[in-house]
Nanobody, 123 residues
Framework: QVQLVESGGGSVQAGGSLRLSCAVS????????MAWFRQAPGKEREFVAA????????YYADSVKGRFTISRDNAKNTVYLQMNSLKPEDTAVYSC????????????????WGQGTQVTVSS
C-alpha cells in the first residue's frame, strides 16, 4: 500500500519561508513522478509544481515561479517544496501526489495522494 506523508506546514508572516516534505513508502521511488497541489477554502485544487522521477524535468505554476523550488531525494524517497517570499494568497492545504506516469500539472493524472498539510501566511 502506497503512503504519502507530508510535513513542514505551519504559520508564517508574509515574506517568510517554509519547507514542505513528502515521504513516500510502499512502492519504489524509481519511475515515480511527484507533484505538489494546493487548495484554499472555497477554491478549486491548484497545481503548484511537479518533478520527474529523475529530477531532470521540473514544472511550476506561474503563480509560484521564482519563489518555490521543488526537489527530490530518491535515496530517501522524499520530495520537497521550498517556499520563499510567501504571500497571504499562498495560504492553503498543500498536498503531495505521485504517479508512475509522466509528470503532469493535472491532478487527475495522479493516483496517490498525501493527507495534506496546512500553510497559513499572514500579512
Amino acid at each position: 500500500q502506497v503512503q504519502l506523508v507530508e510535513s513542514g506546514g505551519g504559520s508564517v508572516q508574509a515574506g517568510g519561508s517554509l519547507r514542505l516534505s513528502c515521504a513516500v513508502s510502499g512502492r519504489t521511488f524509481v519511475g515515480y513522478s511527484m507533484a505538489w497541489f494546493r487548495q484554499a477554502p472555497g477554491k478549486e485544487r491548484e497545481f503548484v509544481a511537479a518533478i520527474s522521477w529523475s529530477g531532470g524535468r521540473i514544472y511550476y505554476a506561474d503563480s509560484v515561479k521564482g519563489r518555490f523550488t521543488i526537489s527530490r531525494d530518491n535515496a530517501k524517497n522524499t520530495v520537497y517544496l521550498q517556499m520563499n517570499s510567501l504571500k497571504p494568497e499562498d495560504t492553503a492545504v498543500y498536498s503531495c501526489a505521485g504517479t508512475p506516469l509522466t509528470y503532469s500539472n493535472r491532478w487527475v493524472d495522479y493516483a496517490d495522494w498525501g493527507q495534506g498539510t496546512q500553510v497559513t501566511v499572514s500579512s
